[in-house]
DNA sequence: CGGCATCTTGAGTTGGGTCAATGGTCGTGG
DNA sequence: CCACGACCATTGACCCAACTCAAGATGCCG
């Protein structure tokens, strides 16, 4: 699920880079319709996309941390077609995409570096279709689980003790459920000892419970 | 929702085409953890991609028509992460990435179209997530008829008139529904006069009155 | 300390799943 | 040309996971 970029490629990186940009918390980067003029690589904090029906309705479709880009979505159309928030204060890096496949030109190893940075973003999305398709309340939320735990974990924080920077709700429009529900299955993983949880600090008891969860009901 | 390619970048990729290949109906082109060495295009026919789990769930990311193309999940860890499959006879043309790369080199636009494609890729599983995380039944088929009707009609068919070439489960799989469920919205949809469905050939009767269902209950 | 947002929990409802039976369609072989 | 069998689609009856509505609990910030 995580789009992240090797410290090879962030190396690289620095010489694209742009701008770097602090966010407040709530703060608006692009939405949509917006130009798409750069892709955006999170240096500290944590930004959502979310896409926005026109009923009213939202759908998150994706979390971004510390080390990851997001931003794809605009070079279809040069529009971008999805909202993007950053969920706390955080500092980005913009990277104009001109930019990107000027010295892509030059440097053929950095072209295929974004190839494989947007083939990820796809691969992720299909994880996220799979779970939204085919598996429970419970599946969905310890997959996510154990997804936030990983990609901590890359990031060089503890794979256990999780902060949490986006509420409930937004979980649940990730996960395609209601707050209600996501609150049900936390409490019920606490009572299985799967996880302690208090506020927005998560705390992985057991791993491994979580793991055999999925795929549990292969019933739907 | 689609992934096509204007018929400007078609006469490019005509440089690009490595072989043709004619497939029967069921043939797998490529299944998850088979090397990845290009892309397809559909020339003509369909073929869905699928996504399977461990305990058996499938769930199937994309149907692709002549002048789609896909196999970009192949590109970020050089296995493919995906199965893709004929849904009848096909032919497709392979695309080799190294010699986009190569040729995208030297023709900066073509590496540009590249990236649109991926793009269009990313935003159409973002539609995608949307539809599976928030919307009905109804909704969901709904958006997919009028998806299809749309591409046909991009591709020179009546917009009207559809034969499909995938089954009812296979729709439910990739609408995150069971087979059932499908059938029983189509029999609905065909009571309140939007569609004439005799089997695989469904006819549009009223496109505003699917319109008009995507958002009518914008609860979930 | 008070006010507001977020989170949790309970009770009741329902959309869509499960299971089971029936009905169509098509291809094959007698 | 018709009969058989395999596969696919439809429909009905029943059930359950997740939704809705509503009430409290908890935590945060001025």
Do not use: W
């Amino acid at each position: 699920m995580p789009v992240g970029a090797s410290p090879d490629l962030l190396k690289k990186l620095d010489e694209l880079v742009y701008v770097r940009r602090r966010l407040k918390s709530g703060t608006i980067l692009y939405h949509t319709g917006s130009h798409f003029h750069a892709l955006f690589a999170v240096k500290s904090g944590f930004v959502k996309t979310e896409n926005l029906h026109d009923d009213g309705r939202v759908q998150i479709s994706g979390f971004y941390m510390a080390g990851e880009i997001f931003g794809f979505d605009g070079i279809a159309t040069d529009e971008h077609m999805c909202t993007s928030v950053a969920l706390e204060d955080s500092e980005i890096c913009i990277i104009p995409l001109d930019r990107i496949e000027h010295i892509g030109h030059e440097l053929e190893q950095l072209q295929h570096h974004f190839y494989k940075l947007m083939s990820r973003e796809i691969v992720r999305d299909h994880t996220i279709m799979m779970l939204l398709g085919s598996m429970h309340g419970e599946e969905r939320l310890a997959a996510f689980m154990l997804n936030l735990s990983q990609r901590f974990q890359l990031r060089g924080y503890s794979p256990y003790n999780l902060v949490l920077r986006m509420k409930r709700e937004e979980i649940g429009s990730y996960l395609g459920m209601k707050v209600e529900t996501v609150s049900r299955i936390f409490s019920k993983f606490q009572e299985q000892g799967l996880l302690e949880v208090h506020q927005k600090n998560i705390r992985i008891l057991n791993i491994e419970g979580l793991r055999k969860l999925i795929g549990q009901h292969p019933s739907k």
